[in-house]
């Protein structure tokens, strides 16, 4: 019992700095987006793919992993800003941490900003950071039946992202059953297939992306509290 209300604490304060985060992107109208997925999906893959198209809007990100700086430098390297965040032990980014990371970037004429989580199918899900949009990486090679099995995550995205397209003739993968499970569990949710590798169907993401930030940065201030979320 002791251990459910400590929980409910945590989540709690979570929840009050998510709070501040989101109307501070309100204020700068930068898009937030929180990425997660499983470790190798191709989560920092699809952000070096993302950065040659997505012309006139600068991107920075906040990476967070167990250990190493290597995403950071990965990002930086395909021009964008980076920060990385080492969480040691925890399996999620937090809003706190999220709001380090704020501070350790230069946000002058970023339109995007991209956290990207943790790779967990699981944990991630249940911390809200203050962004404006969800987007779950998931990949070909992991197999068809991840939104059935981790509805969680899939249940609060916004974009469900399926990675890896290339590997499709190689792999045994049930397209129609991805695509109803996702369904099944997320109604709402935007499917986007697309390959790092080829460059299949990232432009169209770069695209929708586009579209979001401009749709925020045309408001005032968005980030009013209790801002609609699909929560
Ligand atoms: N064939 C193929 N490989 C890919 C694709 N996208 C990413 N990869 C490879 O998949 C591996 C993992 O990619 P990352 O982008 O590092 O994955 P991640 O989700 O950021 O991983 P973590 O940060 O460890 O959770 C790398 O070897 C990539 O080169 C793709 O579209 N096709
Ligand atoms: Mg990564």
Do not use: W
Not at 26 to 42: F, K, R
Not at 95 to 119: F, K, P, S, T, Y
Not at 170 to 186: I, Y
């Amino acid at each position: 019992m002791a251990e459910i209300r400590i929980a409910k604490k945590l989540t709690q304060a979570n929840d009050e700095v998510a709070k501040e985060n989101r109307r501070k992107f309100g204020e700068l109208g930068i898009l937030a987006v929180n990425i997660m997925g499983s470790p190798g999906s191709g989560k920092t893959s699809m952000l070096e793919a993302l950065a040659g198209r997505m012309q006139g809007t600068a991107i920075a990100v906040i990476e967070g992993d167990l250990e190493t700086d290597r995403d950071a430098r990965r990002i930086e390297k395909a021009g964008m800003k980076a920060v990385q965040i080492t969480t040691g032990r925890a399996c999620h980014l937090d809003a706190g941490m999220v709001r380090q990371g704020l501070e350790a970037l230069d946000l002058r004429g970023i339109g995007l900003l991209a956290v990207e989580n943790v790779g967990n199918l699981v944990c991630p899900a249940g911390y809200d950071l203050g962004e404006d949009m969800r987007i779950v990486v998931s990949s070909i090679a992991e197999g068809d039946d991840k939104a059935a099995k981790y509805p969680p995550m899939f249940a609060r995205a916004d974009i469900i992202v399926l990675n890896k397209m290339d590997l499709l003739p190689l792999v045994d993968f049930d397209m129609d059953g991805f695509a109803a499970d996702a369904r099944a569990v997320n109604p709402g949710a935007e499917l986007f297939r697309i390959s790092c590798k080829t460059g299949e169907g990232v432009s169209a993401l770069a695209e929708r992306l586009a579209c979001a930030r401009g749709g925020k940065a045309g408001k005032t201030v968005s980030a009013k509290p209790g801002a609609k979320r699909r929560r």
